[in-house]
């Protein structure tokens, strides 16, 4: 019984900032198991993401969203100045990274991985266009990758060409909820979507 509840445990300590460490472990309810998680740190801005993400008819949905949600959040975090050169490095021989995944499982196949890579870059062209209009609201931003991200599933699932696409089509008929936090220093905000939650302690 041990080996099964901590076959999932996984540990991740920091050398500087806020946050000292986390740990994180699944359960399966299910067989397949419908949930995932992810952690990653933002390279470009400071400060941290984790996130817990519940399949509904299946795990299709969560785990595509747990691998691509934090690089749109990361894109609306960025100051149009790193936007621009975050976006002009994506076409040289050295393109600077978003995040830095922990414990990512996770791969796409190729023709999944070339859509989804065009949809973030359309994703990309329209911060740099439009999204800078307005003040930065930490808020503002998190709806907007939620959002996004929620529509570009959608647009993917439709047949192109007269053809259907079942791999996508899959993850947007099977849906998740999501929680994510981004801690930064001192500042905690916290984004979800549907009947996910997170809990907040404290050490006395």
Known sequence: ???????????????????????SNQLASNNPIEDTRSEASCLITSGHLVGVFDGHGGGACAQVIA??????????????????????????????????SYNDKVQFVDDVRDL????????????????????????????????????????????????????TLSVAMSGSVACVAHI????????HVGDCSAVLGKVK
């Open 1 to 23: 019984v041990d080996n099964i509840l901590r076959a999932n445990e996984y540990t991740h300590e920091f050398s500087n900032g806020s946050v000292k460490s986390y740990d």
């Open 67 to 100: 691998k691509r949600l934090y690089h749109y959040i990361t894109a609306c975090l960025l100051p149009y100045d790193h936007l621009t050169n975050y976006v002009s490095s994506l076409s040289t021989s050295s393109p600077l990274e978003l995040i830095q």
């Open 116 to 167: 989804y890579k065009n949809s973030f870059m359309e994703f990309l062209k329209d911060l740099s266009e439009v999204g800078y209009k307005q003040g930065f609201e930490m808020r503002k931003a998190l709806e907007k990758a939620f959002l996004r991200l929620d529509d570009d599933l959608s647009k993917e699932a439709l047949p192109t060409n007269g053809k259907i696409n079942m791999k």
């Open 184 to 191: 930064d220093g001192a500042h905690l905000h916290i984004a």
